[in-house]
Every structure is written in structure tokens, then in C-alpha cells.
């Protein structure tokens, strides 16, 4: 139980343009879901708290209208990366809060590379 | 200043032995949990263990092992029997339960080589 599951894994896209990753809990609702990036060598970075029906939470320094989050469903939040540049190239991870609220279920990560 | 502190970039192994990867923190919550993460060449975060902060008993899963010295705040990971493939990258985590909810805060990470 407790799987969570990333969309794409990989994806290749065009300076300028937009992607979407979904991020979806499989056998649990998850109120709370977290989105993360990592860069090559460099540890796991929080983003923002994704809560299902209300606008996500932010951290210091991550561009809100950059970084689109939606959780419009128990088991789907989404990350869109608007206008990507070429140093938005990174692993991006999202985790889902299980429904003891208190362990991270992890997905398997996103790989995005803009040219 | 760091919450989660890992001072060792990188550590080598011989297989079959013991290794211990560090972990210090830094919290003011009184109640808080510390985790362990490996993190493959794949990518995928796989959790480990986890260490409560009011456990008076060190946690072991398996070939796992905290060393939990809170009067130092240390939260070191022991791999017995050390395989091939323990060979990753692996994370030190904490949640404060008062001071940040559910989030969890990062260290920088050990990635340990297995050799044979």
C-alpha cells in the first residue's frame, strides 16, 4: 500500500514552453502533498505544500506563477512549470501525506530537461 | 544555521562490513522525528527507518540501525553487513512537529560506495 505514482517519468521540452507533472497517491486520499527538486549531486529542496482545495503553500524564493501546483482531487496534484528555461532542468519529486499525517510516501521522481 | 547536518560527502565500504553515516541536527521542538532515506541512482526515494524523538530505544529495521544520542542530537544510520547494492546516496531527514507540521527538512547527503 501507500504507492505513489509520477507523470511523466522523463520529459523533454522546448524553451518557452509549459510542462505538466502529475503527481497521484494510488490506494490512499493524501490532503497534503509536497513538491521538490533536486539538482544534479544536491540534496531534496521543498518547493511548496500542496493541500487538496486550497491554494498551495509556497516556499521562500519559488516563484508562485512560475510553479503552478493545483490539488484539485484527494489523490491528484499537479506541477506546472510555466515558461521553462534551461535552468529549470532538474529532478522533480513530489510526496504524498499518508493518512496518519505523519509519514511521506515518495514518488518516484520526474526527470525534466529543457533545451 | 543547518537544521540537518551530514559531514560526510562520501564514504566507502567493503562489502560484508559495518558503516556508519552521520547525522547531527539542530531543533528547539521538543517533539520531532528524524528519518533515513536512500536514494538510488534512479532516483526514488526509498524510506528506512525512523527515530521518534520521545523513543527511548533506538530503531533497527533489518540490516538498519539508528544510533540515536539526543543529548547530542545525533541520529547517526548503521548498515550492518554492508551489500552491493546499499550503494546510493543517503538522507538524513527531520519533521518538527511544533515549528513545521508535516514538512521535512533535508541534509546534504553521503553516498556510499559498496566495493567489492
Known amino acids: 500500500g501507500a504507492v505513489v505514482s509520477q507523470h511523466p517519468s522523463w520529459v523533454i521540452c522546448k524553451s518557452g514552453t509549459s510542462v505538466k507533472i502529475e503527481c497521484r497517491s494510488l490506494?490512499?486520499?493524501?490532503?497534503?502533498m509536497f513538491w521538490y527538486r533536486q539538482f544534479p549531486k544536491q540534496s531534496l529542496m521543498l518547493m511548496a505544500t500542496?493541500?487538496?482545495?486550497?491554494?498551495?503553500?509556497?516556499e521562500q524564493g519559488v516563484e508562485k506563477d512560475k510553479f503552478l501546483i493545483n490539488h484539485a482531487s484527494l489523490t491528484l496534484s499537479t506541477l506546472t512549470v510555466t515558461s521553462a528555461h534551461p535552468e529549470d532542468s532538474s529532478f522533480y519529486i513530489c510526496?504524498?501525506?499518508?493518512?496518519?499525517?505523519?509519514?511521506?510516501?515518495f514518488g518516484p521522481g520526474t526527470r525534466l530537461t529543457v533545451t | 544555521a543547518q537544521k540537518i547536518t551530514q559531514t560526510q560527502p562520501g564514504m566507502f565500504v567493503q562489502e560484508k562490513e559495518a558503516v556508519t553515516l552521520d547525522c547531527t541536527y539542530d531543533?528547539?521542538?521538543?517533539?520531532?522525528?528524524l528519518f533515513w532515506y536512500k536514494q538510488p541512482s534512479s532516483g526514488e526515494m526509498i524510506f528506512l527507518i525512523y527515530?521518534?524523538?520521545?523513543?527511548?530505544q533506538n530503531a533497527t529495521e533489518g540490516r538498519y540501525s539508528l544510533n540515536f544520542q539526543k543529548a547530542r542530537k545525533s541520529a547517526n544510520l548503521v548498515i550492518s553487513a554492508s551489500q552491493l547494492g546499499d550503494s546510493a546516496m543517503y538522507f538524513c531527514?527531520?519533521?518538527?512537529?511544533?515549528?513545521?507540521?508535516?514538512?521535512?527538512?533535508f541534509g546534504e547527503g553521503t553516498q556510499l560506495t559498496v566495493n567489492p
Open positions: 527515530q521518534g524523538s520521545y523513543d527511548e
Open positions: 490506494d490512499f486520499q493524501a490532503t497534503t
Open positions: 531543533t528547539s521542538d521538543q517533539s520531532y522525528g
Open positions: 531527514a527531520m519533521r518538527e512537529r511544533e515549528t513545521s507540521g508535516s514538512r521535512l527538512t
Open positions: 510526496s504524498a501525506l499518508g493518512t496518519d499525517y505523519y509519514e511521506q510516501y
Open positions: 500542496s493541500n487538496e482545495g486550497s491554494k498551495a503553500t509556497y
